[in-house]
């Protein structure tokens, strides 16, 4: 699926690799029932390094940290206006080339069905604490732009001002 000189942002979803760092709780979890032999929807994970790839491709990381608040937010309404911001400017990004055709490719080993998106952030689901229901889910998304557009959605949820109070 890749060649030596791409990075692997896909990994199957039973792979062995799917450790919490790599593909959140969520991802590591599923992976561990697949590899299992447990009842566990057909699909592929999108690693960590797949959206810090879109970060750096759109020169965004600087750019979040400029519309955050220092230390937690004041208020409801600067949570909103940093998150309103930051969401903005993952609707400008794209994704990189090379992992739009990675993640197409998957999503066409698939057979290109009506799939789910959703975030499996690597601070989800900790023995510690949880981050249940702070990034949205995309249901019956159907088709390569309508995938690739959920999947910078997802990504962007992360900035919802819930999930930045939720943080703080």
Same mark, same amino acid.
């Given at each position: 699926?890749?060649?030596?000189?791409?990075?692997?942002?896909?990994?199957?979803?039973?792979?062995?690799?799917?450790?919490?760092?790599?593909?959140?709780?969520?991802?590591?979890? #599923? *992976?561990?029932? %697949?590899?299992? +032999?447990? &009842? $566990?929807?057909?699909?592929?994970?999108? /690693? =960590?390094?797949?959206?810090?790839?879109?970060?750096?491709?759109?020169?965004?990381?600087?750019?979040?940290?400029?519309?955050?608040?220092?230390?937690?937010?004041?208020?409801?309404?600067?949570?909103?206006?940093?998150?309103?911001?930051?969401?903005?400017?993952?609707?400008?990004?794209?994704?990189?080339?090379?992992?739009?055709?990675?993640? #197409? *490719?998957?999503? %066409?080993?698939? +057979?290109? &069905? $009506?799939?789910?998106?959703?975030?499996? /952030? =690597?601070?989800?689901?900790?023995?510690?604490?949880?981050?249940?229901?702070?990034?949205?889910?995309?249901?019956?998304?159907?088709?390569?732009?309508?995938?690739?557009?959920?999947?910078?959605?997802?990504?962007?949820?992360?900035?919802?001002?819930?999930?930045?109070?939720?943080?703080?």
């Amino acid at each position: 699926m890749t060649s030596l000189s791409q990075p692997t942002w896909i990994l199957p979803l039973a792979s062995d690799q799917a450790a919490l760092a790599l593909v959140g709780g969520k991802g590591a979890n #599923l *992976a561990r029932l %697949a590899r299992a +032999g447990l &009842p $566990a929807p057909d699909g592929f994970l999108i /690693a =960590t390094p797949a959206y810090m790839a879109f970060l750096t491709a759109n020169d965004l990381t600087a750019r979040i940290v400029d519309a955050l608040p220092e230390g937690a937010p004041d208020s409801p309404d600067q949570a909103e206006r940093a998150s309103t911001l930051i969401r903005g400017l993952f609707d400008q990004g794209r994704i990189p080339p090379d992992l739009a055709a990675q993640i #197409l *490719a998957a999503y %066409a080993n698939l +057979g290109r &069905p $009506a799939v789910a998106v959703r975030s499996s /952030a =690597t601070a989800e689901d900790l023995p510690e604490m949880s981050f249940a229901g702070q990034q949205d889910t995309y249901l019956n998304v159907v088709g390569d732009d309508a995938l690739l557009a959920a999947v910078v959605d997802c990504w962007s949820s992360l900035w919802t001002a819930r999930a930045i109070n939720y943080r703080a």
